[in-house]
């Protein structure tokens, strides 16, 4: 190393310095593949290499790379004085000599570099800095499919996210820019953002100085997932089939410092939060707001695993987690209003899996402030005047439940206590909602216990309504429905058992939540939490077996096609169906017939949204609209499910002249104009034939083809009817017309008769 120094710094014949710079650049990275060189102390002061500052800017790329090495590979480290006049020069360099590289190699060792510049730059000129450094992340895509892509994606990450930078407020939009910059990169390497989170993570460890100004992103963050499509669940299944080969699978050995699942990255954007709200615990009350205003703004009626689910799950998740740091310095009246806005969430029409966690974080709260069960009682006699009241009481049946096993445990219940909750809940074992009687039952059931355990008698009233319950045909029915299988009432204990890895993985797979929700064990065990919740409990829950690759719902494979008789077959027909039944062709080549659907007299979206994608499947070849900027329409995208996009579309104002003056060029051209509408002369569906070259003109809603358009038609054509009502929706009877065309046009080859629908 010395002897490389000294042969640098000692070149007096400019014709052949560069040459042996060149030389010493390919030993100086023969060298740090081996041992880390910057261990050993080089008496170099930067002002001897200010000769080297104009080869920094080489028009010659090999000469570029070969200073750039050298450079680094000489300047002073961390615990040499640093020349503040030449930092803002060689950093602007460094971000225009990055742009020009084609050597990865010689980039990382500039970042490193810059990284060791950045405090003194940040001090100096942190407008410079904010300006430059985000272009190099763009540079950096050029190297994705590179083996040293996440390399230098680390080296940028340590330099942009270092404390130096992220303490100053100046350079807080680029941080929070750059980190958008970084979601959006998710969409293709997913593992992204692990790596981004790592960096951050080290932030709180340290003094936080401008730690406010990154709590939006961090409450964002703490909600990150990417959407999961029916195609890259198909890839999670083969990607989990091959992790389980281990090392029998070579893949499993690349990339395994950043492979974390984006559950685990929000999982370490929490213990960041948790930490930031101990130490300013001001800001409580705006993350509370925030994730209380994201759930609230979802959709109410999301179903089992759909993305709006899912987010709810992480809002609850995160709200339950931070709950120990929110409510620590909170004084009582804020944790009832705390208490409220939590217990509200539950009169939105939510799924059990989220349920379930509302339901933990109020009784987390009425553990940490017993009195405020008077806010639980007030709740439940007002549940009926709340939307989704159902769903409230059978929650509330729950709490106190817990809550109640939660202060015997804790030898601070009082028989009075337990009486007013036992009459607050029997009132409701005569409601008329089954779910609320049924729960309301089996809490009476189980809050009789909870007397025997402090060894008292159970009011004389109360005995004869449980054992009239225990009695009942219906409650061996109760039980099974109500306690045995629901988590709450039969394994999961709100003291015992609320830890990390219940939160993220036990509690979802409860409830079937996607196993890409989930975090794993291993995951958990690399966390250096700072929450109040240990990783592990004492117990964990009983889960249900995984499914296997072979019995999952999105790799099916078929011996033999004949043996099943009644397969749905909603996927991908023109692939899976046609190749079964011998037919080759593919999206871009559909069958297409002469059939031309005129709808330029229907107005509504919806209506020629459905449409649309009728013709579409059916073979239609144009389709006619007033404008085409209904394509563009909401109502009409909601129902074509992207079928204009493989469908021909023509536009044609309505109005008399234009649309018959359309008829007649359509005439020449040799079709013939078929109307849909019940005229004297009207011809019945099931005995006409359609010509093969015909355009379907479709009236309006309500009124039909206009009077001064029917003598412009070759024929009407009616649908035979059996009812009383006069006239069919105009898209249900365009249908049936479509569907007469194509079964006598298009599906006349027998290898087409078969068809799905």
């Not at 409990?537 to 009983?542: A, I, K, L």
Request: charged residues 20%.
């Amino acid at each position: 190393t010395l002897l490389i120094t000294d042969l640098i710094l000692s070149i007096k014949n400019k014709e052949c310095e560069t040459l042996v710079m060149l030389q010493c650049s390919g030993i100086i990275q023969a060298l740090t593949k081996n041992r880390n060189c910057t261990d050993f102390h080089l008496p170099v002061s930067p002002g001897s290499l200010e000769w080297l500052l104009p080869y920094l800017s080489s028009d010659s790329l090999v000469n570029l790379e070969s200073s750039w090495t050298c450079f680094t590979f000489l300047y002073p480290h961390k615990s040499e004085p640093q020349n503040k006049d030449m930092i803002c020069h060689v950093f602007n360099l460094a971000i225009d000599s990055i742009q020009k590289m084609k050597d990865p190699c010689v980039i990382q060792m500039i970042f490193s570099f810059m990284k060791l510049i950045t405090p003194t730059m940040i001090d100096q000129n942190a407008a410079i800095f904010c300006e430059n450094m985000p272009y190099t992340l763009s540079v950096l895509q050029d190297f994705s499919n590179s083996g040293v892509y996440w390399d230098l994606l680390n080296s940028f990450c340590s330099t942009m996210f270092s404390t130096t930078v992220m303490d100053n407020p100046e350079c807080s939009d680029t941080i929070i820019n750059t980190v958008k910059k970084f979601k959006e990169l998710t969409h293709s390497k997913e593992m992204v953002m692990s790596l981004v989170v790592d960096h951050l993570s080290s932030y709180t460890t340290c003094e936080m100085k401008s730690a406010s100004c990154y709590l939006d992103l961090l409450t964002d963050l703490s909600l990150f997932g990417v959407t999961q499509s029916r195609e890259k669940q198909n890839q999670d299944d083969l990607m989990a089939y091959i992790e389980h080969l281990g090392n029998e699978s070579p893949v499993n050995t690349v990339y395994q410092r950043w492979k974390k699942g984006v559950p685990f990255v929000r999982v370490q954007v929490l213990n960041m939060l948790y930490t930031i709200i101990e130490q300013y615990p001001d800001v409580s009350s705006k993350v509370v707001d925030f994730y209380v205003a994201s759930f609230r703004s979802l959709d109410k009626s999301a179903l089992q695993n759909s993305l709006p689910n899912r987010q709810k799950i992480r809002i609850v998740q995160a709200l339950l987690c931070l709950l120990p740091a929110v409510i620590k310095d909170m004084d009582s009246k804020g944790v009832n209003v705390l208490l409220k806005d939590v217990m509200l969430c539950l009169t939105l029409d939510s799924q059990p899996s989220v349920r379930c966690f509302i339901e933990c974080s109020a009784c987390y709260i009425l553990s940490k402030q017993p009195d405020s069960v008077s806010l639980v009682f007030e709740m439940m006699k007002t549940a009926q005047t709340v939307a989704n009241s159902n769903a409230l009481l059978s929650a509330i049946f729950s709490i106190l439940y817990h809550h109640m096993t939660n202060l015997s445990a804790k030898k601070q219940i009082t028989k009075s206590l337990l009486d007013e909750t036992l009459q607050k809940i029997s009132v409701w074992t005569c409601a008329n909602n089954h779910n609320v009687r049924s729960f309301a039952c089996c809490s009476l059931v189980l809050l009789s216990a909870v007397y025997d355990q402090n060894n008292w008698d159970l009011p004389l009233f109360y005995k004869i309504q449980i054992d009239f319950i225990k009695e009942s045909c219906d409650y061996s029915k109760l039980m099974s429905k109500h306690i045995e299988k629901n988590v709450y009432f039969s394994k999961f204990n709100i003291i015992d058992d609320l830890c990390l890895f219940n939160i993220f993985n036990s509690l979802p797979q409860q409830f079937n939540i996607l196993e890409n929700e989930c975090v794993t064990r291993r995951e958990l065990e690399c966390l250096n939490s700072s929450m109040d919740y240990p990783l592990f409990s004492g117990r964990f829950m009983e889960l249900p077996k995984p499914v296997s690759l072979e019995q999952s719902d999105y790799i099916i494979r078929f011996k033999d096609l004949t043996e099943f008789t009644s397969l749905q077959k909603k996927i991908t027909p023109w692939q899976i169906m046609a190749s079964h039944l011998g037919i080759e062709f593919d999206r871009g080549s559909t069958i297409k017939g002469e059939l031309v659907v005129y709808a330029s007299l229907i107005t509504k979206g919806n209506n020629l949204g459905g449409l649309s994608r009728t013709g579409e499947i059916f073979g239609v070849k144009t389709m006619v609209v007033n404008n085409l900027e209904i394509l563009n329409n909401k109502d009409f995208r909601s129902l074509s499910m992207t079928s204009e996009k493989w469908i021909d579309y023509e536009e044609v104002p309505y109005d008399t002249a234009p649309t018959v003056e359309y008829f007649k060029k359509m005439k020449r051209l040799g079709y013939t104009i078929v109307g849909v509408e019940q005229a004297s002369d009207s011809v019945s569906l099931d005995r006409f034939q359609f010509p093969r070259m015909s355009v379907l003109v479709l009236g309006r809603e309500r009124d039909g083809i206009p009077v001064e358009l029917l003598s412009h038609l070759d024929v009407c054509v009616e649908i035979p009817q059996l009812g009383l009502i006069r006239s069919l929706n105009v898209h249900v009877s365009a249908s049936i017309m479509i569907w007469e065309y194509s079964k006598q046009h298009l599906f006349a080859d027998n290898s087409l008769k078969t068809g799905g629908c």
